[in-house]
C-alpha cells in the first residue's frame, strides 16, 4: 500500500495526461455491453493487430447516446474527433482500416462528433 | 487538421436523400479538382433534426440547413476554400449540452484511477483536505446553490451543515444509488462511467460534516455498477484514499457497500436506512429528520448519486461559478434520461432552466419517424405530465413544480399520440400499488382502490362517479402517507385528469380509448370497400376470429376477437378500422 | 443437502459478515447467488448462527422483490416492465412469452427450464423494449422474434449443442 499525497497526485497527473496521441474509446456500460461492444472491442483489437496500428484502445463508459449503442469515440491525429453508432463487427473493421489506417472517415455510421 | 464536410438530410417525411445529394456535393468538389483534399463524408446524424438538407464544415464548424443544391457553390467557394461562412447562409448552432455532473463518463476508463486523477481527480479532495475546515466546505456548497438530485431538491449545502452541527459521536453519509424509477438511470450512468467522482464526492462530504463512515447504497440489479464501485474502492484504499491519513492528513474515513434489494420504497431515506440496518424497508415518520437521527440513531447525511458527483467540480471552480449556471432557485445543470417515443434516446445534462422543447426537440431528435410528440412525462411514478402545449416550461425545480410535475431523479418519458394517458396513468399507479411497503393505510388502501377505479375506466365501464373518487382518494393519500412514495403516488392521475380530462371523458361516456390502447374499448372491423380479399388477416388471426375467404371477404366475430391488432398491423391496404 | 455440508457452507458467508452491523440483506444476497434462492434449511441454519428468529430472516425474505423462496428455473426469462420498455410493447413480449410458455410472472416452466419474471427496469432504455435470458439481454425485441429468442434455450437446442 502507498500513502498517496498531494504531491503524488499531481505526479501522476502530469504521468497520464492524454497526450496527443490516437485513441479509440469503446463505450463499456451495462447499454453498451448488452448492445454488443464486447464484440466490437474484441474486433477492434485483432484489426489494430494485424494492422499494426499507432492506436490506444480504451474500455470507457457510457456517453449517454444510449440509442446509437454500440458506441465507439475515434481520435486520430488532424482529423475530426468522432462518434461511430451502432458499430458492429464490420463497421469496426472498417473503422480500422479505413479511419485509422487510411484517415478517411466512415460514411453513414457517424452519430456526433466533439468539438474542442 | 484537412478540411471535412459533414451532410446529412434531416427532413422528417419522405425519402432520405443524403446519397443524392452526396453525388452532386461530390461533383461540385470534382470540378474544382478538390476531392483529393477535401473529406466529404455522409454522416448518420448531424445534431440538426426536420431542417432539410445540413451541411457542417470542419474544422471552422460552419453549419448551414435546408441547403439546396443550388447553394453548393457557394459553400465550396467561400467555407471549403476560404474559410469564411457563405454570408447570410451559415445557421446558429443548435443547444448544446454542458456536462458537470458527465464530465468523465465515456472520457475515462473506469476502472482506472490513474485516468481520473489525470482529469484532476481527487485534487478537490486535496484542496479541501489541505486549505477548508469543514465549515467552509459546507459554505462553498451553500454559496453553489446546489440542490439534491434525488427529487425533492432539498439545499446540500444546508442539509451538510445540519448535519455537521448535530450532536452525535459517530455520523454517517450514505450514498443513495438506489434508482428505482422506472426509466431514470443517470445514476448507474455515473456509477458505471465515473465511479471516482462519487467516492471523492463523498469523502468530502463526509470530511464536512465530520463522519468517518460512509455507505453506498447501490441496487443489486445494477451489477456492473456495484463491480466497479468495488473495484474503485479497493484503487482508493490501495493508495491511501479511503482508510486512515486519507493523503497524508489527519482525516478518516472508510466506505462500505450495501445492496438494496428490489423495494422501490428504498428510495426514501428513512426506509433506505431501515435498509441498511438490514431491516424491512419500512419508513418512518420524520422529523426526527437523518440529519439528526438516522443510521443506528446517529447524524446521518444521505445525498444523491448525481448530487455527489457534482461536489469535487464545484469546490475545485468554487461556488459562486457554479451559481452562476441555471437559474434563479435551481443552479447548475441536471441530467435527464430521456427514452420513450423519442428519435435519439438518451443521457442529456443541461443547464437548469433550459426549456423542454430544447431538450425534446433540439437535442434529442422529437417523435419517432412518422409520429407526433403528445406530451412528456418528468419524475416518475411521483412526476406528472407536461403535454405538447407547455414545451416551452423550462427545467427547474420550480417551473416543473408549477405545471404539476415534478424533477424528481430525472426520468423523462416521451409519449406520442398512441399513448393513452389513462393507461400511463394505470401504469404508474399500479407500480406504485406494488411497491407499497404496506404501513400506513392512506397509500396501501388508497392506493389500491384508485387503480381498481383506473381498471374499471379502462375497461370500459367507468363513470364520472369513479373520476370525481379518483381526486378525493388523491387528496387524502397526498395529505395522510406517512412517506414520499404515498404522498405522491397520485400525481400521474392528478395530473393526466388535469391535462387530459376529454380523454378520462371518452374512455367514461363514449366508451372509447382515443389512443387506441385499451384493448377493451378498441374495435377492429374490416371496411369492405378498401378489402382486397388477400386473406392475411385470416392467417394473422391467433384466435380464429376471422371468417370467410377469398371470393366473399372476410369478417371478424367481434365475441371472439381478442384485440392483439394483428389483423391491423398485416393488413397492406389498410383496410381494417381501429376504433 | 446434507445438514454437514450446509452448515459449513453457509457458516463461511455469514463468517465473512458476522462482525458488521445490519448483515442480514447481504448475507441473504450471498446466499442466494450460490443457492440460486433461499432455501428454508438456509434460513433455518442462519438463523442459529446469526442468532436471529427465524420470522425475522422471512420477513426480509417476503419483503424485499429480489429474494426467492423457490428454486429458479434453469434460464430466467426477465422482461422489462420500465416505462420505457412500457411504452415501446413490454407487455405485449411478456403476454407473447406467458403464451408461450404457458405459465404466469414469477412461475417457472413444467420442464424447470424457464422461469419468467417481469422487472423494474435492467438501465438499457435506449434499447427498448428490453428482456433479459440469464446475462444476455435483448434489446428492441418485436413480439414476432420471442419464438425464435427462446428456441435457443430449450431442452432440444441445448442438448444438440452438446452433441
Known amino acids: 500500500m502507498i500513502k498517496m499525497t498531494k504531491k503524488d497526485l499531481d505526479a501522476t497527473k502530469q504521468k497520464y495526461a492524454e497526450a496527443d496521441r490516437n485513441w479509440i474509446k469503446v463505450g463499456f456500460s451495462t447499454c453498451g455491453i448488452a448492445a454488443g461492444a464486447k464484440e466490437v472491442y474484441d474486433t477492434l483489437v485483432e484489426e489494430s493487430r494485424k494492422h499494426s496500428a499507432d492506436v490506444e484502445i480504451k474500455k470507457c463508459g457510457c456517453v449517454g447516446m444510449c440509442s446509437a449503442e454500440p458506441l465507439v469515440e475515434v481520435h486520430v491525429k488532424n482529423m475530426p474527433t468522432v462518434f461511430y453508432g451502432k458499430v458492429d463487427k464490420e463497421v469496426a473493421t472498417k473503422i480500422m482500416e479505413k479511419h485509422v489506417c487510411g484517415k478517411m472517415l466512415v460514411n453513414d455510421k457517424i452519430y456526433d462528433l466533439k468539438l474542442n | 487538421m484537412g478540411k471535412t464536410v459533414f451532410i446529412k438530410d434531416t427532413a422528417i417525411t419522405g425519402k432520405d436523400r443524403t446519397r443524392d445529394f452526396y453525388g452532386v456535393f461530390l461533383g461540385t468538389l470534382r470540378e474544382k479538382g478538390l476531392e483529393n483534399e477535401v473529406q466529404l463524408v455522409r454522416v448518420a446524424d448531424i445534431g440538426i433534426y426536420g431542417q432539410g438538407m445540413t451541411v457542417r464544415v470542419l474544422p471552422e464548424n460552419f453549419l448551414y440547413t435546408n441547403v439546396q443544391e443550388n447553394d453548393i457553390p457557394a459553400i465550396v467557394q467561400d467555407s471549403v476554400v476560404g474559410g469564411r461562412p457563405v454570408e447570410g447562409k451559415a445557421s446558429a448552432q443548435p443547444s448544446k449540452q454542458l456536462r458537470i455532473v458527465l464530465r468523465n463518463c465515456g472520457v475515462i476508463d473506469p476502472e482506472s484511477i490513474e485516468d481520473y486523477i489525470a482529469r484532476d481527480g481527487y485534487q478537490a479532495l486535496a484542496k479541501v483536505l489541505t486549505e477548508y475546515t469543514p465549515e467552509k466546505v459546507a459554505q462553498e456548497i451553500k454559496n453553489s446553490g446546489l440542490r439534491g438530485r434525488g427529487g425533492a431538491g432539498f439545499p446540500t449545502g444546508l442539509k451538510w451543515d445540519i448535519t455537521r452541527k448535530a450532536q452525535g459521536d459517530q455520523k454517517y453519509i450514505i450514498c443513495n444509488g438506489d434508482e428505482g424509477d422506472p426509466g431514470a438511470y443517470m445514476d448507474r450512468s455515473v456509477l458505471e462511467g465515473d465511479p471516482h467522482s462519487v467516492i471523492e464526492g463523498m469523502t468530502i462530504g463526509a470530511y464536512a460534516i465530520g463522519a468517518s463512515k460512509g455507505y453506498f447504497y447501490i441496487r443489486a440489479e445494477y451489477p456492473l455498477a456495484i463491480e466497479r464501485i468495488e473495484k474503485a474502492m479497493r484503487q482508493c484504499h490501495e493508495r491511501g484514499i479511503l482508510g486512515n491519513g486519507i493523503l497524508g492528513s489527519s482525516f478518516n474515513f472508510d466506505l462500505e457497500i450495501r445492496l438494496g434489494a428490489g423495494a422501490f420504497v428504498c428510495g426514501e431515506e428513512t426506509a433506505l436506512i431501515a435498509s441498511i440496518e438490514g431491516k424491512r424497508g419500512y419508513p418512518s415518520p420524520r422529523p426526527p429528520f437523518p440529519s439528526i437521527k438516522g443510521l443506528w440513531g446517529r447524524p446521518t447525511c444521505i445525498n444523491n448519486v448525481e448530487t455527489l458527483a457534482n461536489i469535487p467540480v464545484i469546490v475545485m471552480k468554487g461556488g459562486a461559478w457554479f451559481a452562476g449556471i441555471g437559474t434563479e432557485t435551481s443552479k447548475g445543470t441536471k441530467v435527464f434520461a430521456v427514452t420513450g417515443k423519442v428519435k435519439n434516446s438518451g443521457l442529456v445534462e443541461v443547464p437548469m432552466g433550459t426549456a423542454v422543447e430544447d431538450v425534446v426537440y433540439g437535442i434529442c431528435g422529437g417523435a419517432m419517424a412518422g409520429k407526433n410528440v403528445k406530451a412528456i412525462q418528468t419524475g416518475g411514478p411521483s412526476g406528472g405530465v407536461i403535454p405538447k402545449e407547455f414545451f416551452q416550461t423550462k427545467v427547474d425545480y420550480e417551473s416543473l413544480q408549477k405545471m404539476g410535475s415534478i424533477m424528481g431523479s430525472g426520468g423523462m418519458i416521451v409519449m406520442d399520440e398512441d399513448d393513452c394517458m389513462v393507461d400511463i396513468a394505470k401504469f404508474y399507479l399500479g407500480f406504485c400499488v406494488d411497491e407499497s411497503c404496506g404501513k400506513c393505510a392512506p397509500c396501501r388502501i388508497g392506493g389500491t382502490q384508485m387503480l381498481k377505479l383506473l381498471v374499471k375506466v379502462t375497461d370500459g365501464e367507468g363513470t364520472q362517479k369513479d373520476l370525481d373518487q379518483l381526486e378525493q382518494i388523491s387528496f387524502a393519500m397526498q395529505k395522510a402517507s406517512l412517506c414520499g412514495l404515498g404522498q405522491t403516488a397520485p400525481n400521474p392521475v392528478l395530473s393526466t385528469l388535469h391535462y387530459y380530462r376529454a380523454e378520462y371523458d371518452a374512455h367514461v361516456d363514449k366508451k372509447k380509448c382515443p389512443a387506441c390502447k385499451c384493448a377493451k374499448l378498441v374495435r377492429f372491423m374490416i371496411m369492405s370497400e378498401k378489402c382486397v380479399k388477400c386473406g392475411m388477416c385470416f392467417k394473422a388471426c391467433p384466435v380464429g376470429a376471422i371468417s370467410g375467404n377469398r371470393e366473399s371477404g372476410y369478417l371478424i366475430d367481434q365475441t371472439k376477437c381478442i384485440r392483439c391488432g394483428q389483423c391491423f398491423e398485416v393488413c397492406k391496404p389498410r383496410a381494417i378500422s381501429r376504433g | ?163
Open chain 3, 1 to 163: 443437502m446434507d445438514k454437514e455440508i450446509l452448515e459449513r457452507e453457509v457458516r463461511e458467508i455469514a463468517d465473512s459478515w458476522k462482525d458488521k452491523e445490519g448483515n442480514l440483506i447481504m448475507v441473504l444476497h450471498q446466499i442466494q447467488n450460490r443457492y440460486g434462492y433461499v432455501p428454508r434449511e438456509v434460513s433455518l441454519v442462519l438463523s442459529e448462527i446469526l442468532d436471529v428468529p427465524l420470522a425475522r430472516i422471512y420477513e426480509v425474505i417476503t419483503f424485499y422483490h429480489f429474494f426467492r423462496l423457490t428454486p429458479p428455473g434453469k434460464h430466467t426469462i426477465s422482461v422489462c416492465m420500465g416505462t420505457a420498455c412500457y411504452l415501446k410493447g413490454g407487455a405485449e413480449l411478456l403476454g407473447e412469452l406467458e403464451h408461450l410458455l404457458c405459465v404466469k410472472p414469477g412461475e417457472t416452466t413444467k420442464d424447470g427450464q424457464f422461469h419468467l419474471e417481469m422487472v423494474r427496469c435492467l438501465g438499457c432504455c435506449g434499447l427498448a423494449p428490453v428482456l433479459k435470458i440469464g446475462e444476455k439481454v435483448y434489446g428492441g425485441v418485436k413480439k414476432k422474434d420471442i419464438g425464435d429468442i427462446i428456441a435457443h434455450y430449450s431442452e432440444e437446442a441445448e442438448a444438440q449443442a452438446i452433441a
